[in-house]
């Protein structure tokens, strides 16, 4: 396709013609861009959690599409805008099972309607059609110049600013380089937005109609998300290069965007670090629909930039606040009287027999009317737009929402064996090393939100690779190869059954293997540095007491606290071949153990998360659950008389007034007496060494004076 090949190439500077335009728009745009920062209340980022919510659309902006053509090809149907607005819905929202969904993202709760009515009330699709060559355009060609036809299309054809947020698509989107030269650089770029401070004739969005959803390029469908993030005051991350160690006022103005020194140079997404002032120091993150790369790669807004979005919409004095009055939907058919679209997403989709398993409805149009069917599971309200639901045996369920809104629209979804209800509950000890060719194995699951890379099983016979002995197989994620950050990929064990065990003096532990090697980069893009990082993963485990509802975190360790390889990370420079890709020896796994004592009397499940910064493999294997010896001691709460702590693998202690006869002895954590030491302490500060031939792990101190103990956890990493 030479076409595209060679429109992509000629892409490259300026995709997107926002910041470019502005500045010939507004010669002094740096100094107004300032102003309307210090206008601008900068909301701190809400850190919120990743977990779905049952979160109507906070803010509904109504959109009209003006779609100029001159043919066929270049115009737009009406199916197309309606794709659109869906795609719209789906990213700005973070929608899961959509494209739109990301663990990394954050749900920006701003939803686009399609306008049903016109500024005189009368019934309209939101689409008005234009002919180029037509009144009131007239223009001479089908190619629309950005710099001399902009304030006169928009004069010409635009809605009611106050009601109406005015999109329009034109055959080709040409620019002019500078008042000399020809206006004939077409389709280099996508398009332009103004920034809600614009004027209320300037103020909405052009595209060039390759650009738009079904559009002919790579970049057909997200360049409008793009856009209307312009729309809504959101900058592109390297807006100002890497900007001051101050990003609430240097940069894009969002502190959860990590600065970026330059736009990615061809679409691609790659590993660079080009901006050093961000602490702690990530990767760029070009995965974000402000930057510049195709849509398949574009993932999510933050969570910072939502809270710069909702700031632009509630400055009064700028072009977003008319457009959310609560008189607007009705008059412009928008929101609960508009479109409905139904969408719907359940907390986990493999459950057990009377657990409930929760729903979230994230339908566009508001609606108010939720008719839910679940072929048989039994919700706690069928009417709310976000039920708990029951299904009492075993089997696979289809769920249908029906939604309804003011205007009387509805729209139907149904997701066929979308539940599965399983009884099975394993008996300890349960052990599973992946041996067998059937992966995930019996009745556990695997969960990958991102559809990208996931769990896999791994097997290799020579050399056999596995956590122990000649062990082959092992379970893996490929995070050398992931290509983003922040995405998390689980893989969740059956149903254990932990209930014998209330009154028994045993333990119940869990044990883990698993073998890991971080990334440690620096390169040159073109002029640009990307300087030394170590690109890090992490593995967490969670348990859960409701059969996958809600999980508690046990475990967490990431970057070189999770590295096995006796390097930490793997350092790659220059082009990252393959050979930094980490394959653990038979020497390079560590074990872990877990006390799961809390939940006895219980079933659980346990849940293995990897989460993604594209660093290197992780190896998971020879996971295990059992009963073990009660552990000889517990922790305590501090004895009154000393104070102690271990970093590293120094015991330090602080003995007040008296001389005191310390007994020190280390247990590892199957409660195995490993060391023991007696000394005589003076008052004062000691430091002492502890023991550093034992293997990595979690070990107990326990410290006895005068009939006062008290006992330490730590982890030991020798
Ligand atoms: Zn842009």
């Not at 067998?436 to 019996?442: A, E, L, S």
């Amino acid at each position: 396709m030479p076409f595209i090949a060679s429109l992509i190439l000629w892409a490259q500077a300026s995709w997107c013609g926002t910041d470019e335009y502005m500045k010939k728009v507004h010669p002094d745009w740096e100094l107004r861009r300032l102003l309307m920062e210090a206008a601008a209340p900068i909301i701190e980022a809400q850190q919120r959690t990743h977990q779905p919510s049952c979160t109507p659309s906070r803010y509904i902006i109504p959109l009209v599409f003006h779609v100029i053509y001159s043919n066929s090809s270049d115009s737009i149907s009406y199916e197309r805008i309606l794709n659109q607005v869906l795609r719209l819905h789906e990213d700005f929202r973070r929608i899961p099972e959509t494209p739109g969904f990301s663990s990394n993202g954050a749900d920006t709760e701003i939803e686009f309607s399609l306008a049903t009515k016109d500024p005189n009330g009368n019934p309209t699709r939101g689409v008005v059609y234009w002919r180029y060559d037509q009144p009131p355009l007239n223009w001479s060609s089908r190619d629309f110049c950005r710099e001399t036809q902009d304030f006169s299309m928009k004069q010409a054809t635009g809605w009611d600013r106050t009601r109406y947020l005015n999109v329009w698509i034109v055959p080709r989107l040409c620019v002019q380089p500078d008042p000399s030269s020809p206006c004939d650089q077409c389709n280099s770029v996508a398009g332009y937005a103004f920034y809600p401070s614009a004027g209320a004739t300037q103020y909405g969005t052009v595209l060039g109609s390759a650009f738009f959803w079904g559009g002919s390029t790579p970049r057909a469908g997200r360049t409008l998300v793009h856009e209307l993030g312009h729309n809504l005051n959101l900058a592109h991350p390297f807006q100002d290069g890497c900007g001051t160690s101050n990003c609430s006022t240097s940069g894009d103005r969002v502190c959860d965007t990590p600065p970026t020194a330059v736009q990615t140079g061809n679409f691609s997404v790659r590993r660079q670090n080009t901006c050093t002032n961000d602490s702690p120091d990530l990767p760029d993150n070009m995965r974000n629909y402000m930057d510049y790369v195709d849509d398949d790669d574009m993932t999510h807004f933050t969570a910072g930039q939502r809270a710069r979005a909702w700031a632009a919409i509630q400055n009064s004095s700028w072009r977003l606040a008319p457009l959310v009055r609560p008189t607007v939907p009705q008059q412009t058919g928008t929101g609960p009287y508009g479109l409905v679209k139904a969408y719907f997403a359940a907390s986990h989709t493999v459950g057990c027999p009377n657990e409930p398993i929760q729903f979230f409805s994230y339908s566009m149009g508001a609606p108010h009317i939720f008719e839910w069917n679940f072929s048989g599971g039994v919700p706690d309200n069928p009417s709310a737009s976000c039920p708990t639901v029951t299904f009492s045996s075993p089997g696979v369920y289809d769920v249908r929402l029906i939604v309804e809104n003011q205007s009387g629209r509805r729209d139907t979804l149904l997701k066929t064996g979308y539940i599965r209800i399983e009884d099975t509950v394993y008996t300890l000890p349960y052990a599973e090393s992946f041996e067998r060719t059937v992966f995930p194995p019996p009745h556990s699951y695997i969960h990958n939100p991102d559809n990208s890379r996931r769990w896999e099983r791994f097997h290799s016979t020579s050399p056999p690779r596995g956590a122990y002995g000649a062990s082959q197989a092992s379970m893996r994620l490929l995070f050398f190869s992931y290509g983003s950050y922040g995405e998390k990929d689980s893989w969740i064990t059956p149903r254990l059954d932990l209930r014998p065990y209330v009154n028994t003096s045993h333990s119940i532990q869990l044990k883990f293997s698993w073998a890991y090697a971080c990334l440690n980069y620096e390169g040159q893009i073109g002029s640009y540095t990307s300087y030394n990082l170590d690109y890090i993963d992490s593995l967490r485990v969670y348990v859960s007491e409701d059969c996958g509802r809600t999980w508690t975190l046990l475990w967490e360790r990431g970057g070189r606290d999770l590295a096995t390889h006796p390097a930490g990370c793997i350092a790659a420079q220059g082009s990252i071949s393959g050979t930094a890709q980490f394959l653990p020896t038979a020497n390079q796994w560590a074990t872990d153990s877990i006390l799961l004592d809390a939940y006895k009397g219980k079933t659980i499940k346990l849940r293995f998360e990897g989460v993604s910064g594209w660093g290197n493999n992780l190896f998971l294997d020879d996971i295990r659950v059992d009963t073990i010896p009660a552990l000889q001691t517990t922790l305590s709460q501090p004895a009154a008389h000393i104070r102690a702590y271990v970093s590293g693998s120094t015991l330090y202690l602080s003995v007040p007034h008296e001389n005191l006869p310390m007994s020190i002895t280390l247990y590892d954590l199957l409660g195995r007496e490993v060391w023991q030491a007696k000394e005589n302490l003076s008052s004062g500060n000691h430091a002492i060494a502890l023991p550093t031939s034992f293997p990595m792990g979690v070990y107990l101190v326990r410290l006895e004076t005068k009939g006062e103990v008290m006992t330490l956890r730590y982890w030991h990493n020798p």
